[in-house]
């Protein structure tokens, strides 16, 4: 999966993961981000004078290695056909951020079909009190 690490939140507390923390982490080269991966952080460290973290993680085949940037692994969200089927299942509710109503079907242009959901829409199985971001692995789709 692709990741637009400029659009996530940085982890930036020094801290230590035991056991280590499945993030994504990344570097920069001339400004861009580099080196975009998921690793086990073993420790986020604390730099001095550098806006930057070090993200140390442990790679079985190379030993210890650093990182300047790390985030939480963004969820994929479910496309406009997945959440729509999903509805016609039956199997939960949408909400759009803002709005009054719930709904149980959702429609969209068809010539959006392989789109993502946008992040105005939350979700909930029938049953859950709380809503959820549209994430295919909340919806169950493999």
């Known amino acids: 999966m692709q990741y637009d690490v400029?659009?996530?939140e940085k982890i930036t507390t020094p801290q230590v993961f035991n056991p280590p923390k499945r993030l994504l982490t990344w570097s920069y080269s001339m400004g861009k981000p580099v080196d975009i991966a998921e690793r086990d952080v073993l420790a986020?460290?604390?730099t001095v004078g550098n806006s930057m973290c070090k993200v140390l993680s442990y790679l079985p085949n190379t030993g210890?290695?650093?990182?300047?940037?790390?985030?939480?692994?963004?969820?994929?969200?479910a496309t406009n056909r997945e959440l729509s089927e999903w509805c016609a299942k039956g199997k939960g509710q949408i909400h759009y951020v803002g709005a009054a109503n719930t709904h149980s079907f959702y429609s969209y242009q068809h010539e959006d079909?392989?789109?993502?959901?946008?992040?105005?829409?939350k979700v909930r199985k029938w049953g859950d009190k709380d809503w959820h971001e549209p994430t295919k692995d909340y919806l169950g789709i493999v």
């Open 6 to 8: 400029e659009s996530l």
């Open 64 to 77: 210890y290695y650093y990182n300047t940037c790390c985030a939480e692994i963004p969820q994929e969200r």
């Open 44 to 46: 986020i460290l604390p």
């Open 113 to 121: 079909d392989n789109r993502y959901v946008t992040n105005d829409i």
